[in-house]
């Protein structure tokens, strides 16, 4: 299965099954994107009416390209759909990504049509993700095998983040959401109705992807539950799998069969699973980006010590409140740390844990002041606070800070940065730079315990052997 | 006191005891800040070491002035604080506000010098604000009276928002941060230690100020408990009042006595007092954004009968999910009304609630849906959920399918939309035209489902009559 999956992310050669010269048909997308994508493998578009689109040679058949294909797109009308999958399986081709519509989710007529189309599959030996999805985005191989019009294919950029979303248009817009601000997603991946390859092989192949730190998933149900968890059991062991889970309540359960067809079930059987396969739960779509890149750029912290060193006073308070409902330990500062302290700090400031220095304190006085905290062994992680951007000088004074905190002494460092617009480019640059910068104390925080919760699950996995 | 809170706010003069040429000094940022946000009132620097200050003439003492003064402003260090609040007294000013430091939050002698500007002010009659704040914002009146460097004055924008703020910085850096983005501030209050007017008396005088339409607080404590719940019970009848509140945790209020040295409390005694007091409880920073912006904004729904309109399954999921947590019904959409929904929705999208119209559905037929939607009596708001921004004449059809729905039909809608950076500036546009628009579904069901519980309050209050 991994091999297959590796012609999925990693093709030489793509057949573009249904290409369209039409730009608002999707077979015209998803060439575009490829291209624009800056894909550097071989592209054979097949449609049995054209000759040549975008300087490309066409074919009237996948079976007539006279060179080996890894991966086929389609796009074609349900309705063939299971003839151009044996052609494929004719020619050779492992794997095919099934864009079409008209399954499933469409109800009984389209559900027979699915069934027949992963027989033929497993007659003819090709695999296949969907259908009805949206495609793939591998950016680490410029490829963007979508029929996503978010997505901006000509800013591909290699990252760390692998995004599995059942939801496909709400996943590239995410994607597309995050492209804008510095974070480094690597992949996309939707998979539609998931009638062959499911998110359980999916989270397999990362599991074994170098560029994926950490493996995040929108889903609405999961196809086969216990296989799932075994699998999930074992990839957590490898990576984080932050995972947000929706169609939890009745209602939200029906919404999500009527447009994935997917299986959802009780919240509670979900939470208690989740947590025995080392899967980082997140709340709601915000913590599922927060915790993302988090995991992306910074070592897990070693235990539950934390420091807080903030410029205002209010979100010092509002981050601690967090920490104790989260379970981080502000570490207490000893006298020898206080003095060290007090002698870069205004008297009036706060040398307690938050680390109040007020807001007369220069951003480079309060990295020292991290520097300080994190070179001490009873602190595992530090969570800096900021509230300001003005002026310039000071924001940039903000970025040179903390850049290279975390990498210098391998512990995590979350920034709350609550900035205005004057002030977006540089938070995309520390974002770009391996810092998580969030727009307020409480999501730093959360997203340092989800860094600290999949810690502990790997030390106790570690020390029973289970 | 209502009458002395109007010269807070709306003071005709203002003399800044205190004033500077040395632009690091706050007697210097508060002046350039009251000149450049455009005050029409006069202002009077008081410095008995300058003659003129940015072409305006210095007097060395208050008793100085030849004409009447409704405010002092006073950044003097705190051992002159007592002798320039007597001065004012002797001058018939009725209020003050101290910015400088150096008080009850220093220790004991900071403590007894605080009590000492609370019996002077007694003395003489001048009611005090502070010590230890930023000041005020009043955009409706163009007054930044404050010593922030983050606001800028010269974008001060009407708005309907009252933001009063227990922690300055964090404040001033929330207001800022809303400037840009098309949130329709007007007023931002910090009242530090308060040691004499007190967050009880603010409320009282916002529930009077016809710009506020809703109140929205960022608390770390309260001085007097009864007094606030006492306030916040009557001024809940007339407009909504949203509270964050810090210092819950043990560790939190420790935290929260050393910045300000407010008396805090569990946070389960808070949540009960606010509810009975109909108070609106904001979870974290986000949230009391999220819900200040709903409300300023809005018309109260008259019922929970909601429909969401979304233009991908996944959110729609999302949202679904939170609607049932929050107890905001989706209503069943009949026959007819579905007969109407199919004449321009694509047969393969789903007319259930929450009503999925696929991607492929243009903004203009998106909004359609919510009119008819909206026209029903049974439905008492609309989430409308969009995902993707481009092509750019896609996103602006977004924009014009929003602009006048909730005043069309007198409900309230909340819009989230998942956009990319190259639409923000219509998402300022939305924001400014009165849409409500949220990064993702679960933070536009939250604050719909605020709207929805303050109008539950309002609705029990009446019937009761208590």
Redesign the interface.
């Known amino acids: 299965m991994s091999k297959v999956l590796h012609k999925l992310f990693k093709p030489r050669s793509i057949a573009l099954i249904g290409a369209s010269r039409d730009p608002k048909k999707l077979g015209n997308i998803i060439l575009r994107n490829i291209i624009n994508g800056g894909f550097r493998g071989k592209i054979f578009p097949i449609n049995p009416e054209a000759e040549e689109i975008y300087g490309l040679k066409v074919y009237p058949s996948v079976l007539k390209v006279p060179e080996d294909v890894d991966l086929a797109v389609i796009t074609v009308p349900a309705v063939i759909v299971p003839q151009v999958i044996k052609e494929c399986g004719e020619k050779g081709i492992k794997i095919a990504i099934v864009i079409s ?2 399954f499933r ?2 109800g009984p007529e389209g559900e027979a049509l699915e069934h027949k189309i992963v027989e033929v599959g497993e007659k003819v030996g090709v695999r296949i993700l969907g259908p009805n999805c949206l495609g793939i985005v591998n950016a680490s191989e410029r490829l963007d095998a979508t029929i996503s ?2 997505i ?1 294919p000509s800013q591909l950029r290699e990252g760390a983040i692998a995004f599995v ?10 994607y ?2 995050a ?3 510095g974070i480094s997603f690597d992949k996309l991946i939707s998979f539609g109705n998931m009638c062959d390859i499911d998110e359980s092989d999916i989270l397999s192949y990362l599991a074994t992807d170098k560029k994926t730190k950490v493996i995040v998933m ?1 889903l ?1 149900g999961v196809k086969n539950g216990r296989k799932f968890l075994e699998t999930a059991k074992k990839v957590s062991l490898v990576k984080p799998i932050v995972v ?1 889970k ?7 359960s ?3 069969k ?3 067809g997917a299986l959802t079930g009780a919240s509670a059987v979900y939470d208690a699973a989740f947590k025995q396969a080392g899967i980082i739960k997140a709340e ?3 913590e599922m980006f927060d915790f993302g890149k988090a995991f992306a750029t910074q070592p897990l912290p070693k235990g539950n010590g934390m420091v807080i060193v903030t ?8 981050a ?6 989260v379970g981080l330990d ?1 570490v207490e500062i000893d006298e020898n740390t206080r003095k060290t302290l007090k002698k870069i700090i205004p008297p ?1 400031a ?1 040398t ?1 844990n ?1 680390i ?1 220095t007020t ?1 007369q304190v220069s951003p480079r006085v309060h990295g020292e002041i991290l520097k300080i905290m994190l070179s001490l062994e009873k602190v595992h992680g530090a969570i800096s606070i900021i ?5 310039r000088q000071y924001a940039e004074e903000v970025v040179s800070a903390h850049l290279d905190l975390s990498k210098e002494f391998n512990k995590p460092v979350v920034l709350s940065w ?5 002030a977006e480019d540089l938070i995309v640059k520390l974002e770009e730079n391996g810092i998580p910068v969030y ?5 730093a925080v959360r997203s340092m315990a989800a860094l600290r919760k999949y810690a502990a699950f790997i030390e106790k996995r570690a020390s029973t052997g289970k």
């Open positions: 519509a008209g989710e469409t019009r978010v901006d979303s059942q939801s496909g248009a709400f996943g590239a817009s995410l597309s959401w492209q804008g601000r929108y609405e947000m929706i169609g939890k309540s009745a209602k939200g029906q919404a999500a009527s447009h994935t709601n779509t915000t410029n205002a006073g209010g979100p010092g308070v509002a601690t409140d967090v920490c104790q409902d502000l009036f706060s307690l938050p109040d807001p509230v300001g951007s003005k002026p609550t900035a205005d617009k004057s727009d307020t104390p409480e999501r």
